[in-house]
């Protein structure tokens, strides 16, 4: 007899699999949600395949807490204006130019319409996190973070008459003469069933979850990264796309990785695994050897290059050292710092080569130099004579009880992906596929070659998100459109 | 109590280890380093301006929060995630802990915090002893309810049912402004903590438009419409008896009224929405995610919601049937519950109302 879940189970699969969608959309995050939304209210029939459990569901964009928006003038949340030309220059910062300017202003520029629309589909603001003032023009915050936006899409898909299926990998998209025809997919590890459509989104993020991919990126060194976001990401439909001949964009070792606590979980830590520590500090790897500037400048602009620093590091591990005058400049950690009212007896508690430490932290002491200490501004309070420099914030380690924290890099989303043009169509040796479009992470390195801008993701996600599922409803109601382009 | 602000736990001196305490200290380091909640409710600023809990501020979040849940659904750890937070519930655990332990006489708190047959005992028990105070005790003479329990013998029962448990409250609360380290109040920290909960300002879910309650991660607004009619019933009502109390005894004008009298005016719209939004009430706990809240008290408080809608009901049913046979039996029943009421409301779900005002008190003044 059956049980009624496994009846329940077979009535949903036959269901999905006796009928030609509309729009198959792989991926259950907010790119994924976006398309499905504008192709439903464009009457198609859809379907959302998301790999992860309902719980888990939605990607790294349950991780996320705002989406960076040019406005001309204050909208919602956001104060002042932010215009495209200050924000394109912010992203070429970021990236060292490593960018694709036409669909980096496109983005820019739709993300505008993008705040009313996200509005008006159930996504609520809050003004900007305490902690977070200087994000305040730039990035309008999802009132209870990127979990709620993807509640809010879940429902507004439902009330659409969306599909959702969970736990539902797809292995492989069949694409026959430049044209998609069905996805392979397993529900719940079941034998895998084929969904056909009249076109595809793909929108099922970076690779970044399966570690033995990064290690063939990275080197062994991988192996001991955390990754900050969901594991499902796995970047099966990615491999499976670049497999068939699809167009890439980016390089496999290119991804956006910060230094994280380094007793976080190894994956979906999220938000909280943060250390703001670093330029109060001095940082030492496991030889107890300092090795870069802590104080380069305020922590939310190098946060993004420490994941690369520590992952040159032996083992990958590196140590953050505060004494208790700077121990609340920071937002607090999710894990109690280790602590000692020695140097030495900090550094034992470790695992850290005590002697090494001392050496270390007396060598950097006695570079600091008299001077007025900013915590919220670059103070220019730098060391003098030692290697390397610490050229803001330095003030000596000297008053006891002692603070340490573990530095590891925490991947948040890998860049080697899709190559789509400014209809979010994915091409394959050079010719547009007919009728599969891409959107989220499994596309973000077409903008981002390198380095990362705080909400970026989430405007990438939301715009070309919206564009491929307004363009893949108009491809499959048009039903077959030639390879004209 | 000097914290240690790095390693975020109490120094010292904490007393034994409470582990509802320290199961939402726990949770609310995390969401200390979080703050993605802050624009939903009061819980969530006021936990930022600290970075340190102590056993006393884990007391006022507990009570500050007020089991929107917009914080469970929108959390990226909730279980299965490691992290496990469940904020609103580990909160109403240790809120419903401090209730027990502020409550005086103590050993009263626990079975009618959980348990809704004690309170149904305890409504047998105050129905009967109505129902022997009218047979034994019935009057020569008097009008309307009179005749059947004097209005001596109503006073000789209500003004100590009615004044003790007040004197029980107030002992709860002053221990409890001693616990949460509470200041001397101004007039401006009143108003704020009032203002608050005239709107429910904290199951608004901020610009969320409504809290999470019957329908899982939807928000609606149809819990706090229940809640406003149940106490603003309830304060109506309570205007209604003291408007009555008032008219006896200044202008020599005893019961029973007119229809267009301030007893009436008051007490039948505020018998309605008291009536009324307590069932609302009772259908939406059955409706909401039970682990959300302290599925211990999950019972006593069902018991409570609708002993105040019985207690409104009974009171609608006893103005209906002015002049009939029924008065007999409906007057007991409706005095006996409200005898109930008076005597559970320092032991049962009722305190909340207090607590929750001196918490918002308390967070007026922490704000400003």
Redesign the interface.
Known sequence: MLGRTARRRRETLSEITNKVWDVVVVGGGNAALCAAIEAAEAGCRVIILEGAPK??RGGNS??T?NFRCMHQGPLSVLTDSYEEDEYFNDLLLVTKGNTDEDLARLAIRTSEDCLPWMEAHGV????S???TLSLGRTNAF???????LV?AYY?TAADLGVEVVYEAQVKHVEIEGGRFQAVDVEIAGAAPCRVEGRAIVLASGGFQGDIDWLARAWGPAARNFLIRGTPYNRGVVLKDMLDQGADSVGDPTQCHAVAIDGRA?KF?G???T?LDCVPFSVVVNKDGERFYDEGEDVWPKRYAIWGRLVAAQPDQVAYSI?D?KS??LF????F??V?SDTLEGLAEQMGLPAARVRETVDAFNAACREGDFHPTELDGLATEGVEPQKTNWARPITEP?F?GYSLRPGVTFTYLGLKVDETARVTMEGQKLENVWAAGEIMAGSILGEGYLAGFGMTIGTVFGRIAGQEAAKGATRGVNSNAA | MPL??????PASDTPAADTLTDEARRQI??C?????????CSVF?AI?RQ?AFADGDITQLANLCHNCR??Y???????????AINLPKALAEARAESWERFAWPGFLAGPFHRSGVAIAVALIVGLAALFWAAQALKPDGGEGFYAILSHTMMITIFTPAFLLPLLAIFVGLRAYWKEVGGEPVSLAHLKAAFVDAAKLKNLSG????GCNFEKG??FTNVRRWHHQAVMYGFLLCFASTGSATLMHYLFDMPAPYGLFSLPKLLGIPGGLLLTLGGLGMAVLKTRGEKDLGAPALWGGEMAFVLLLSFTGGSGLALYAATGTAAVPVLLPLHLGAVLTFFLLTPYSKMVHGFFRLAALVRDAQQKS
């Open positions: 719980t888990y349950r991780h807490r609520r603001f809050q003004p996190l305490s902690g999802f009132l209870g973070g990127g979990k709620a509640n429902n979980p979906d999220g938000i909280v943060r505060i208790a121990s609340t937002m607090p950690s999710v109690p710092a602590q009880p603070y | 240690d602000h790095a390693t975020q736990t380091e995390i200390n380093a979080c703050r993605y909640c802050e624009g939903y600023p930022t970075r917009g914080c659904y929108a959390c990226q750890y909730t279980e299965p995630h490691e992290f901020g610009a969320a438009e991660d939807r």
